[in-house]
């Protein structure tokens, strides 16, 4: 495969589409398809007109992004136009691309991607620059995904939970360039809780809404993460929280809890303390307890040791921390946040410092390096 040829005809290519009417991004999308395609055909079979094999590919993946693209618009012109929420139809079409992204045999960053790409109606390039990768990189991982679950026939329920997992992930991914992957999260959800009524969907939905309603709050001017007890209160969005709280209200009601509502009753407990000094840790520490019982996740015991050092003292959080592995991520932070409610600072300052040697991105390193230097301050 001659991977210099690939490069000097990909702007020639690139350009014919353009003038055959194809929108820029568009034709970037079409073109990075076709490439992918030729590393896969060329070796065994390589055409005698490079160029005007890649021209007629990449335009044929146009014409099917296009023809995809217009298909999603008439879809969503149609949830507009439902009248009232409730089951979704068998032949709902789109319902059933939430399941074939969220096919087992496909990764969590392939389902995500492929999610974004044909659900949510994203460029490649967009959700590209939403996970910092080269584009090449994520068209490579979009088609991948498309050729896994090409045979899929829908002959059988979908894997609710594992639609929902795949739409939290999007969720918790946050946002980077110039897609808000949390905000494309809420929309989608939002597109399957008017398309299916189940419980959990709701109680993600609901979820989603109590923390981005937090958003606003959540970075100090100078990017450092503001921790939840010290965030202004009065920039939190009181719409999102009001509709996130009706939303676990109903889907409670229905006396079929799972994990996702179980989480948001946690968020809403939250929300609804007018001081961090006024939340109701005791039953925080109850829904804890129930999500525990739900998932076995050793991650939502080692928050439920946060809440119970708030709600029991800080030396019966060290106790319930003592019982998890050590090696669990955000389980040093945790720690050093106990010690120093105990009291005991040099070992807060020392926990610090480990944490933020293993924290996972530049504002938590940098919001427990300074909590380290503050501690370290105190002692002097």
Sequence with gaps: MDAALLRSLTPNVLGILV????????????VQEALIEAVRV?????????????VT???????DMARSDAARRR???LVDDEPEPGPAPAVDDTLQLYFLCAHPSLTPSSAVALTLRAVGGLTTRQIAEAYLVPEATMAQRISRAKRTVSGVRFDQAGDVATVLRVLYLVFNEGYSGDVDLAAEAIRLTRRLAAAIDHPE???????MLLHHARRAAR????????????QDRGEWDTRLIAEGVDLLQAALARD?????????????LHADAPTAGETDWKQIVEWYDELARLTGSPIVRLNRAVAVGEADGPRAGLAALAELDGSLPRHAAVAAYLHERDGDLATAARLYVEAAGKAANVAERTHLTRQAARINALRK
Aim: hydrophobic share 50%; no cysteine; glycine share 8%.
């Design 256 to 268: 079929s809890l799972g994990e996702f509502q179980a989480q948001a009753a946690i968020a809403a």
């Design 75 to 77: 879809r969503e012109d």
């Design 42 to 54: 060329w070796p065994g079979d390589r055409p005698k007109d490079p160029k005007g094999w890649l």
């Design 19 to 30: 003038r055959r009417g194809a929108d820029f991004a568009a034709a970037e999308d079409a």
């Design 57 to 63: 590919v990449a335009w044929r993946k146009f014409l």
């Design 219 to 230: 970075t100090a001017p100078d990017g450092d993460l503001v921790p939840l007890a010290e």
């Design 201 to 207: 969907v709701a109680g993600l939905l609901a979820l």
